[in-house]
């Protein structure tokens, strides 16, 4: 398995898979890269290089005691993208993971990059206030990580319904998805859990968002329990010069592992790289 050290010494586990032109995932809280496997098998069988890394303190990843800011987070995957000398890059995120996406292009710029792909993404803010009266009350910031405190093994099996909309009357979830979201969630350590829900609970990528001047497809599932398509994925789409929205109806927050929306994703990402 391959790791990189980044420039403060962290050492982080990534998996790379084909040949061709690279496609590189960023994942999820409080997943790690194992969750990009699909995709990065349909890319690989698709004349691509599918590239993942598990964030510090997220999966074989190292466990350090601090970094879960997002400046921190672009730039472990910006040692990430110059260890491995990538260009012509597109860049693929999941919900948290879309922060890292927005503050890597924000700190770092596109000069690597070909696209991008923001799916059931944070930006541009989670938290609800005045100015953003869509967003989700910091109550909800509060019990997840007194939840974590508390009992994470637990929280986190609670949290999977949620998750899945597996709530929700017909759908497609498995007992599988709620069992591999446990599994990754509790590689991760309980410091990252903690202080990653304050990262993306309050940081603004606004103004990282304006200046993406590359292609970016947004996908958002209009049932997102966690992430709520209102308060991300639409503002995202509209601050975005050059973006596309692609609304899942009835799609959870995990599109991209339930069966019936990950074939749909899978189709619609292969469509937007032949771009």
Request: glycine share 10%; aromatic share 10%; hydrophobic share 35%.
């Amino acid at each position: 398995m391959p790791f990189f050290t980044t420039r403060d010494n962290v050492e982080i586990h990534y998996r790379d898979w084909g040949q061709g032109r690279p496609v590189l995932f960023i994942h999820g809280w409080p997943l790690n890269c194992d969750a990009w496997q699909d995709q990065l098998k349909a890319v690989a069988d698709n004349g691509y290089r599918g590239i993942a890394h598990s964030r510090r303190g997220h999966g074989r990843s190292e466990q350090p005691w601090s970094g879960y800011d997002f400046d921190t987070f672009a730039d472990d995957l910006n040692d990430l993208i110059t260890h491995l000398d990538l260009r012509d890059v597109t860049l693929v995120a999941h919900s948290m993971g879309g922060g890292e996406l927005a503050r890597y292009i924000g700190r770092h710029g596109t000069s690597r990059l070909r696209s991008a792909v923001l799916l059931s993404a944070i930006p541009p803010l989670m938290v609800k206030s005045n100015d953003n009266p869509q967003g989700v009350p910091d109550k909800v910031f509060q019990d997840i990580k007194n939840g974590i405190l508390r009992e994470r093994s637990q929280f986190w099996e609670e949290t999977t319904d949620g998750f899945f909309s597996a709530n929700q009357p017909g759908n497609n979830v498995t007992q599988g998805n709620k069992d591999a979201f446990w599994f990754m969630a509790m590689q991760q350590s309980i410091e990252a859990g903690v202080k990653c829900v304050d990262a993306f609970a309050y940081t603004d990528f606004t103004e990282d968002l304006k200046k993406f001047d590359i292609p970016t497809l947004v996908v958002h599932g209009d049932d997102d329990q966690i992430v709520p398509i209102d308060a991300t994925g639409r503002k995202s789409a509209e601050i975005i010069a050059d973006a596309t929205l692609k609304v899942y109806e009835g799609g959870s927050h995990g599109i991209a592992m339930v069966p019936g929306d990950k074939e749909k994703f899978n189709a619609d990402l292969l469509d937007f790289l032949t771009r």
